[in-house]
């Protein structure tokens, strides 16, 4: 029997659900060929943010509870395909995942819980290459800009270096604008989830904690302000590295090891050279901490303003390093605030680029870079607001 839909939104009564929905309901306008809906706990809630968001009056509403497995499976048996903005997903969203393989449909979120993914990959890989599901593991700020930025300084490596580079550094240069509130949950749970299981602190802590069966070569701690000799500048702690690295490094196994078994790969945020530099460093690696420990940022379902949002914007540096001191530099840039504008635009394309542009794409858990390259790039820069640049 054919699908009802192409893509289904679920959590769309959350903040970061809402400007999905909002996105495909304002950019898809009049796209006859693309059918969708909106999910969630409530049908009333549903129905005033289709309202609120200009969504038209017969966007298909489908009532579906992550505690209610058979509203599941009633929800993916429908649709091609689900974004799922529901998380701390170590929480919410086992059920929905195991449903999408079980029916073959295709499933996109904005994970960043590497200790949930892990278990995901190792519970249902095998399963979704029998049933024709392709699972894409966080399609938001984290990681897709993040693995994008290494695949297109890698391409620049070869062509300047006639080879990909075994050392990449990821570099923020700016960033204006918050995490989202589900992001923060999302990190609460994991903490407390190692709190509980202290076999899960080894899980956390390694940067190879997503490519099952592979240990690569040390790689640098990134937990503390150093001076970045090559690029002539003090460099903080990332807070989102410790989910961009891990993802980074999936991409290189699911592609079979392109960057090589022995790539390295970091990511910390450029804060300038001298005393200046180094003093900043040092407040961010301290607010870095004091952000982990407490319940800071958002709660789920919370987030900026639409001028914050408009406001926003990030530059992302990449730079592939020879083993002769050569250097091969990307850069990614995105239009709006990192949490919640671009990554509603960006999880939004991901499944529209796989429905329309990547069909071929086999079953499996994929990363989103892995999985659609320059196909998913090029939708990004015509719709997302995204550019990738090369850099002299």
């Known amino acids: 029997m054919p699908s009802k839909f192409d893509i289904v939104v679920y959590g769309a009564t959350g903040f970061t659900g809402q400007l999905v929905a909002e996105y495909l309901a304002a950019h898809y306008k009049g796209d006859a060929n693309l059918k969708w809906a909106m999910a969630g706990r409530s049908k009333d809630k549903l129905a005033s943010v289709r309202d609120a968001i200009g969504a038209p009056a017969d966007t298909p509403l ?7 497995p058979a509203s599941l499976k009633d929800m993916v048996g429908q649709t091609k395909s689900v974004i799922s903005t529901v998380g701390p997903y170590l929480l919410y969203g086992s059920e929905l995942l195991a449903a999408c393989v079980s029916s073959g449909t295709d499933y996109f979120d904005l994970c960043g819980e590497p200790i949930w993914m892990r278990r995901m990959i190792d519970a249902h890989e095998a399963a979704a290459k029998s ?5 894409v593991f966080s399609c938001g700020y984290d990681s897709l800009p993040f693995e994008l930025g290494v695949f297109c300084a890698q391409e620049e490596a070869k062509k300047l270096f006639g080879a990909p580079a075994n050392r990449v550094k990821g570099r923020v240069r700016e960033m204006r604008g918050t ?8 990190m609460r749970a994991l903490f407390s989830a190692a709190a509980n299981d202290p076999s899960l602190v080894a899980l956390l802590r390694n940067p190879f904690a997503l490519t099952p069966s592979f240990e690569g070569p040390k790689q640098p701690p990134g937990n503390r302000p150093v001076f970045d000799q090559e690029l002539d500048s003090w460099t903080a702690p990332f807070v989102m590295a410790n989910i961009n690295t891990r993802n980074v490094h999936r991409s290189n196994f699911l592609l079979g090891f392109p960057y090589g078994k022995d790539f390295v790969y970091d990511e910390m945020m450029l804060t300038g050279s001298g005393e200046q530099g180094e ?3 040092k407040r961010i690696a301290t607010a870095n901490t004091a952000e982990k420990m407490n319940s800071g940022g958002p709660k789920p379902g919370e987030g900026p303003s639409k001028e914050e949002r408009e406001n926003g914007l990030y530059d992302l540096l990449f730079v592939a390093i020879a083993p002769d001191g050569r250097q091969a530099r990307a850069v990614v840039k995105g239009d709006r605030d990192p949490g919640y504008g671009s990554t ?7 499944a529209i680029c796989l429905l329309r542009d990547t069909p071929d794409v086999p079953a499996g858990i994929w990363t989103p870079g892995a999985a659609m390259q320059h196909k998913l790039i090029k939708r990004l820069v015509d719709h ?4 990738f640049t090369v850099e002299q």
Request: hydrophobic share 45%; with cysteine; net charge negative.
């Open 344 to 350: 509603s635009k960006m999880i939004s394309e991901c």
């Open 179 to 186: 995490f989202s509130g589900g992001t923060a949950a999302s």
């Open 279 to 281: 003093a900043l460093a």
């Open 131 to 135: 049933t024709g599901a392709r699972i």
């Open 62 to 68: 489908i009532v579906a509870d992550a505690s209610d």
């Open 384 to 387: 997302a607001g995204l550019t």
